[in-house]
């Protein structure tokens, strides 16, 4: 192998479901993507010689153990653990290995089973501060966290639940053109509104459903496919000692647009990290797509007209988070949309995407932030 | 309540507070550090989460931001009812924090 540029060739997903077929197992799921992305990809399993995965719940078995089971033989092999974040960073890397000559095709796999109990068991025991300082409160989980962080932010911006709304109820309309989506029913005002809270301010509707699932792109020196432009990430930006936004995404910006060569106002679309509508905002504004600074107008002119397409899948609200699957969910999303392969929700002449990655609260709110400009090649 | 306090972790070296403990200080990098313990913080905000525990029942518990007096900003539980700007007291409860209202 040679050094060489890299493409994203191909993407994929497996079926996503609310409640998972028995005998789903997260490899199987794993291995569904996989072979969703190399139909897209065009290239067969014995084409592959490089694997990243994420997975919530693969241990104790590790990415060797995966490629033993999925029946690769690589050079290359790596796991991230990274949650929201770790979509962009195995891309990072994967483009740069191919780069390198160090692999010719390498797969980047996210994705988990997860039963309801064991996704109450994972947020119990995300990391030892969580064992330690949150669950004996008992903390409710993430959800409790961020409705205090919304809190602050609304506080800041001057924004009401009828603002945020516009969030989930445009990623539903999007959702309508995903037939893998969860959550497929258009959402009013007033169903947002009148939907039971979860932990206020947020209500069932700003939480993503848990689903199990997979994602995979395939990073590959040959074919046709989707360049990166620029990808740039922020690990630990302030020691978890600010309010949570604006996340390193914030101290990144410019580097980002200067490498892409383009600003916000150039990209077709967006797959932002949809962890809860707060963080869309604040990852959009991070970014420099609200210059003057008007969340409310924003979000009424842009996201709710949709006329800034965000998250055309539904993203996680309304398609769910698969655990680490929704890491790499909004990076298939984009080169979906950026290979013209959308169907009912295609974005008319897309080109170019920003997509995002958050993720790890390590004790009130994600330490990881990351950020990719795509190009159609 | 009796306001115990909790323990927050001060680096000997600059004096920089943190809440949970690291080992290297952020600010400096040193590796020494005592306990402090700190009575009294400032209520930043509050939700509730709600749990259901049997058929008919639903646990509520109000989760509260805190700033301490020492600086670090802890998330505890929050006995009795309080708005953003209360002082309040704290206290470890079963390896958890709470907090409550001052003059409770």
């Known amino acids: 192998m040679s050094p060489g540029a890299a493409l994203i060739v191909g993407a994929g997903e497996s079926r996503y479901q609310r409640h998972p077929q028995r005998g789903a197992t997260t490899k199987r799921l794993l291995a569904d993507a996989l072979a969703s992305a190399l139909d897209d990809a065009g290239l067969s399993r014995d084409a592959v010689d490089g694997l990243a995965v994420t997975s919530f719940t693969l241990g104790p078995d590790t990415a060797i153990d995966l490629a033993w089971e999925l029946g690769l033989s690589l050079n290359w092999l790596m796991q991230d653990t990274n949650g929201g974040a770790s979509g962009l960073n195995m891309l990072q890397h994967a483009v740069r290995a191919v780069e390198a000559g160090d692999a010719s095709v390498i797969a980047a796999l996210a994705g988990d089973r997860l039963l309801v109990d064991e996704f109450d068991e994972l947020i119990y025991t995300y990391n030892r501060a969580t064992r330690a300082h949150l669950a004996p409160l008992p903390y409710g989980g993430p959800n409790t966290l961020f409705a205090l962080l919304t809190h602050h932010h609304a506080e800041q911006h001057g924004l009401g639940r009828e603002d945020y709304a516009l969030v989930p109820i445009s990623q539903r309309a999007w959702a309508a053109g995903n037939p893998n989506a969860a959550y497929r029913e258009p959402m009013t005002l007033e169903d947002y509104l009148e939907a039971p809270m979860v932990a206020p301010l947020l209500c069932r509707y700003d939480c993503v459903p848990v689903v199990s699932g997979a994602d995979a792109v395939i990073v590959a020196a040959e074919g046709r496919g989707v360049r990166v432009r620029a990808l740039k990430a922020s690990y630990n930006p302030d020691q978890q000692e600010g309010t949570g936004f604006p996340t390193g995404l914030a101290a990144c910006a410019d580097s980002l647009w200067n490498e892409a060569g383009l600003g916000p106002a150039d990209v077709d679309l967006a797959c932002v990290y949809d962890d809860y509508p707060v963080m869309v905002l604040v990852q959009l504004a991070d970014l420099g797509f609200v210059a003057d600074g008007d969340l409310r107008r924003f979000l009424h002119e842009q996201i709710g007209s949709r006329r800034l397409p965000v998250n055309t899948s539904g993203g996680q609200l309304s398609a769910g988070q698969a655990g680490a699957g929704a890491g790499l969910h909004g990076l298939v999303e984009a080169v979906t949309q950026l290979k013209g392969r959308a169907g009912e929700r295609q974005v008319d002449d897309a080109r170019t995407a920003l997509v995002t990655g958050y993720g790890m609260v390590l004790y009130r709110y994600g330490a990881c932030a990351n950020a990719a400009v795509l190009e159609a090649a | ?104």
Not at chain 2, 60 to 71: K, L, M, N, P, S
Not at chain 2, 80 to 99: K, Q
């Open chain 2, 1 to 104: 309540m009796n306001a115990e306090g909790i323990t927050v972790h001060v680096c000997s070296a600059c004096g920089h507070a943190v809440f949970p403990g690291r080992v290297l200080c952020p600010r400096c990098g040193s590796a020494d550090w005592r306990d402090e313990l700190v009575r009294r913080g400032t209520l930043l905000a509050t939700t509730q989460t709600r749990k259901r525990v049997i058929v008919h029942r639903l646990l509520e518990t109000r989760i509260a931001e805190v700033r301490t007096d020492a600086g670090p900003v802890v998330i505890a539980r929050l006995l009795g009812e309080a708005d953003p700007g209360t002082a309040v007291t704290l206290a470890n409860r079963a390896g958890g924090i709470v907090a409550e209202p001052l003059g409770s």
